[in-house]
Every structure is written in C-alpha cells, then in structure tokens.
Nanobody
Framework: EVQLVESGGGLVQAGGSLTLTCAASGFTFDDAAIGWFRQAPGREREAVSCISSTHTVRNYGDSVEGRFTISRDNAKNAVYLQMNSLKLEDTAVYFC?????????????????WGQGTQVTVSS
C-alpha cells in the first residue's frame, strides 16, 4: 500500500521558518519524482516545488523562489521542504505527491499518489 505522510506543519509568525517532511512507503522511492503542492481556502491546488529521482529541483512560482528548499533522503524514503521567511500568503494545506517517473511536472494530474496534507498557518 502506498503511503505519503506529511508532517511539520503548524502555526508560525511571518518571517519564521518551518520544515515539512514527507515520509513515503509502498513504492520504489528512488525512482520517483516527489512534489510539494499547496492549497489555500477557495483556491486551486498549486505546485510549490518538486525533486526528481535524479535530484533535479524545480521550483514553481516566483513567490517561493529563494525562500523554499526541497531535498530528499533516499535512505529514509523522505522528502523535505524547508520554508524560510514565511509570509501570510504561504498559509495553506501543503501536500506531497509522488509519481512513478523520474522527472517533475507542476501538474496535479501528473502525480499518482498523494498525502493527506499538513496545515501551515502564518500569522502576522
């Protein structure tokens, strides 16, 4: 059974940092691209960042460039999203997603597996 479990969300003040973790099981992690998406209330789910099986990183959106860093640890079947200088507009539910393919895409429909999400709330 495929499982993606996000953790590390919470309430943080603007300017603060959080690190999200996506723990994966049930598929060949080393061969999969893993993405982070987010969904704010009333908005569509949007791609944040993705890391391919070859550790190539894609960041989506000028708003996260230079503030968010994605990484993966294949030995632990985990992907991380380090989020710095958080802004009010980063408030959303953050999801990790996986696809049995080596490269990334910002498309929601590209990914086969999804976690349940973790809430990130940035306060002023």
């Amino acid at each position: 059974e495929v499982q993606l479990v996000e953790s590390g969300g919470g309430l943080v003040q603007a300017g603060g940092s959080l690190t999200l973790t996506c723990a994966a099981s049930g598929f060949t992690f080393d061969d999969a691209a893993i993405g982070w998406f987010r969904q704010a209330p009333g908005r569509e789910r949007e791609a944040v960042s993705c890391i391919s099986s070859t550790h190539t990183v894609r960041n989506y959106g000028d708003s996260v460039e230079g503030r968010f860093t994605i990484s993966r640890d294949n030995a632990k079947n985990a992907v991380y999203l380090q989020m710095n200088s958080l802004k009010l507009e980063d408030t959303a539910v953050y999801f990790c997603a996986a696809v049995d393919y080596y490269y990334c895409s910002p498309s929601v429909s590209f990914f086969d597996y999804w976690g349940q999400g973790t809430q990130v709330t940035v306060s002023s």
